[in-house]
């Protein structure tokens, strides 16, 4: 047998696996690195996050990758090249995050890498497929690192006939659940998803869909209107504004909202062109920067509510679960905090996942199951996450 063989089914063997998970979203702010030891499969599954990072991207990578970001027409040798450049660059920061860590390469079992999204595209007819791409090839990431990869997660969940998104279901599943207790995860990332688990679930109880703009309107409306800045830093812009009423309700009344739980979106619906058009459409466009700020702020947070209210089934007894970059957004976070008065809302942190690693650590838990898990685990009929095992193995050599 050839080592890379025998070297996959040794660490499919072992006890216990060191996976990095890799995150990048659609914010751009930069690679999110979480080296995690799991241990067991399915249900089985332990986490210890070891270590964890993220390398913030510099502006010209940013540059670089939002000229492919959900437009409809791209450069498609600039496409081409991304693709490895991407994947070269995640080696690179891995290889200098494992040497900080002071741990060797020997030590990681495996890499988890999502990669970079650039195009999401669910279904909207019978005519058409869902599809979804990303980039960052995990050939680069295995062979300049040395250390076996598995990455583009999302293409077997839509060859099994889901979405491709979002995958949290699986991970949120294995490490939440909880016996007397119904949990919300919310995570609020460029876009917001969150998964509902009611409390004994089993996983086709599990409802896990998107839920729309998470931090992704406020990053575009700072970058496109404030000089120098790429996101509003404790809000403190959003707050020197006013909510304006007739704007949020144009914003809230897309049609995107109206259709049923589960489903998926990106910035191909929720982008500055969408601002715009709420602005026409309601006639507000004279209002200073601030107010727009003010009222994206409060239009995220209201679409946030009105999801969790809409899933979780009233007299259920939960709890709200935190992680992404939103929860670093005290506005957004005082809107949860006073319309959930009665309900515990922490971050994952209190469950020893710091909230930015999350999605990095879930994708780790992903290539776990891939490496040693069983399908079976997630079978279900109810929800629309199908009992596959994602990914594509790279080999180092
Ligand atoms: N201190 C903060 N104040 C306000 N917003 C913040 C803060 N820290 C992070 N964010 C927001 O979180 C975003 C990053 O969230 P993240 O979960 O990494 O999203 P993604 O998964 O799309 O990369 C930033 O672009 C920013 O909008
Ligand atoms: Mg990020």
């Not at 679930?201 to 409802?207: G, K, T």
């Not at 191909?268 to 994206?296: M, P, R, Y």
């Not at 209210?309 to 259920?316: G, K, L, N, R």
Request: contains cysteine; glycine residues 6%.
């Amino acid at each position: 047998m050839n080592n890379n063989l025998q070297k996959l089914i040794q660490v499919s063997q072992k006890e216990n696996r060191n996976i990095i998970g890799l995150m990048s979203g659609t914010s751009l702010d930069g690679l999110d690195i979480a080296l995690c030891n799991i241990s067991g499969t399915g249900v089985d599954t332990k986490v210890s996050l070891l270590q964890f990072t993220t390398i913030p991207y510099e502006v010209t990578f940013q540059e670089d990758l939002k000229k492919l970001l959900s437009k409809q027409v791209v450069d498609l040798k600039h496409l081409c090249q991304m693709n490895q450049k991407i994947g070269k660059k995640f080696a690179l920061h891995i290889n200098d995050a494992i040497q900080k860590w002071n741990y060797k390469r020997e030590d990681i079992d495996a890499i988890a890498s999502h990669g970079q999204t650039i195009f999401h595209a669910p279904s909207c007819d019978a005519n058409t497929e869902n599809s979804t791409l990303q980039i960052g090839d995990g050939d680069q990431i295995a062979y300049h690192t040395g250390i076996l990869t598995i990455s583009d997660f999302r293409q077997k969940h839509i060859a099994a006939g889901g979405q491709g998104a979002p995958l949290v279901a699986y991970g949120d599943y294995l490490l939440f659940k909880a016996p007397h207790l119904a949990r919300i995860l919310l995570n609020i990332g460029g876009i917001s998803n969150c998964t509902f688990i009611p409390a004994r679930a089993d996983f086709e109880q599990l409802i896990c869909t998107d839920i729309g703009p998470g931090n992704t309107l406020i990053d575009n409306w700072v970058c496109a209107h404030f000089n120098d800045i790429t996101f509003d830093q404790n809000a403190i812009i959003a707050r020197k504004g006013k909510v304006n009423y007739v704007l949020l309700e144009q914003l809230l009344s897309n049609s995107f909202f109206k259709k049923p739980f589960p489903k998926t979106t990106g910035q191909e619906l929720f982008n500055l062109q969408f601002v715009e058009n709420a602005l026409n459409h309601s006639k507000t466009n004279n209002i200073s920067n601030e107010d727009i700020l003010a009222t994206l702020t409060a239009f995220t947070a209201n679409v946030i509510i009105n999801a969790i209210d809409t899933i979780v089934p009233s007299d259920t007894n939960f709890e709200i679960l935190i992680s992404g970059g939103g929860y670093h957004n005290p506005l957004i976070m005082e809107y949860l905090y006073n319309h959930f008065d009665n309900i515990t809302i922490r971050s994952t942190a209190q469950l020893n996942i710091h909230p930015d690693a999350k999605e990095a650590v879930l994708f780790a838990l992903l290539a776990n199951e891939t490496l040693a898990g069983d399908p079976k685990t997630f079978e279900n009929k109810g929800n629309k996450n199908p009992a596959v095992q994602m990914g594509k193995i790279s080999f180092p050599h």
